[in-house]
């Protein structure tokens, strides 16, 4: 089982990011950080590397739904989505799989509604191409 979900998009990196945004707003997740690594590795560390974005992105209902299942379900939040300019210079979203994240768990109404946040999170990167 492969611990993400990705796509690559015929978008530029900035249109990609917008656009990924759009679209898992358009399935109910907000997004809570936006974490831009090219800058933060460049500005720590002196380090060179490509666009490179991870998005945060939380449903709150889906998110309460899985805290009151598992109370420590919160250290595996938010969702964590990729968007990234590839070495080949191609626009990629990637996404967590939450199954296999909650695999870990030993919940099965856990790994059912990490089932349901799967199909948003895959019909959100679908839609982008």
């Known amino acids: 089982m492969s611990y993400y979900i ?7 990196f900035e249109a990609a ?15 809570i950080s936006r974490i831009d690594i090219q800058e933060a590795l460049r500005s720590k560390i002196g380090a ?18 899985a805290l009151q299942l598992e109370d420590k379900v919160g250290t595996m939040l938010p969702c964590n989505v ?9 626009t990629e979203v990637a996404a967590v799989d939450p199954v296999a994240s909650m695999t ?5 109404a856990l790994k059912q509604a990490a089932e349901h946040v799967r199909e948003k999170l895959e019909k959100a990167i679908s839609s982008l191409a």
């Open 6 to 12: 990705a796509r690559t998009v015929p978008l530029d």
């Open 104 to 108: 870990a768990i030993d919940n099965p």
């Open 82 to 90: 990729v968007v990234q300019q590839t070495v080949s210079g191609e």
């Open 48 to 65: 060179k590397f490509r666009p490179y974005t991870i998005l945060g992105a939380c449903n709150p209902t889906l998110a309460h739904q």
């Open 17 to 31: 990011v917008s656009r990924t945004e759009e679209a898992l707003k358009g399935e109910g997740f907000g997004i």
